[in-house]
């Protein structure tokens, strides 16, 4: 038996709402987790070996954690796989053998790839989520509003954060380094309810 080890998953990525594809090998899959990242430059998860199992845990395109475990005869054997969030049913992505994957996003009428190309400064865009990030991981990005849940929309030259309960939001630009050593110099965002603005008007500084 021939096992074609070349495999690829395509996701959508809840920042920039693209289709980004990952290609990889079967055998360089192990327990330590293969980080999947946007060209936009946002961490979209994980693929890892776990004993007899292979998970994947990424981000839905609404920024809901999915945890998928496939067994080992998905995993090698499947040409195609429809990957859907366990919580909600709504289409991850695919994952399959590298040609497969390719047709069916093309074949998706909303279906597009991001690439570096698609943004003004590459390395700026990538530093920029990589400090909203941090930020959020350290829970220091909220909406003062009732009911806080802070989305992210990545666009050429810009990035905005968005509260989904009250439409509140944060236009941060990611297109020049002062833009980036603005954000680096910030501490944290605090939203506040249905407003907008752009970062350097208002938030909290590091001191």
């Not at 954690?65 to 090698?76: E, K, M, P, S, V």
């Not at 530093?127 to 003062?144: F, M, T, W, Y």
């Not at 509003?145 to 989305?151: D, F, L, P, Y």
Request: hydrophobic share 40%; glycine share 8%.
């Amino acid at each position: 038996m021939i096992v074609n080890s070349e495999r690829a998953i395509a996701l959508t990525c809840p920042a920039c709402q693209g289709i980004q594809k990952h290609t990889f090998s079967l055998f360089s899959i192990s327990k330590n987790p293969l980080k999947l990242v946007c060209a936009c430059g946002f961490s979209q998860g994980h693929l890892r070996r776990m004993n007899k199992h292979f998970e994947l845990d990424v981000l839905s395109i609404e920024g809901e954690r999915a945890r998928i475990l496939l067994t080992r005869g998905q995993f090698f054997g499947m040409p195609l796989i429809h990957l859907l969030s366990p919580m909600s049913g709504q289409s991850l992505g695919y994952l399959g053998e590298l040609a497969s994957v390719q047709e069916v996003v093309l074949d998706q009428p909303s279906g597009f790839f991001i690439g570096p190309d698609d943004f003004e400064n590459p390395d700026v865009m990538r530093n920029v989520l990589e400090r909203l990030e941090e930020l959020a991981g350290r829970d220091k990005i909220r909406c003062e509003c009732e009911h806080s849940s802070i989305g992210i929309d990545v666009y050429p030259d810009q990035v905005e954060l968005v509260c989904s309960y009250c439409g509140s939001v944060v236009k941060i630009g990611a297109s020049t380094r002062q833009h980036q050593e603005r954000l680096e110099r910030v501490a944290e965002i605090v939203m506040e309810p249905c407003t907008s603005r752009f970062l350097g008007e208002w938030l909290k500084p590091l001191t």
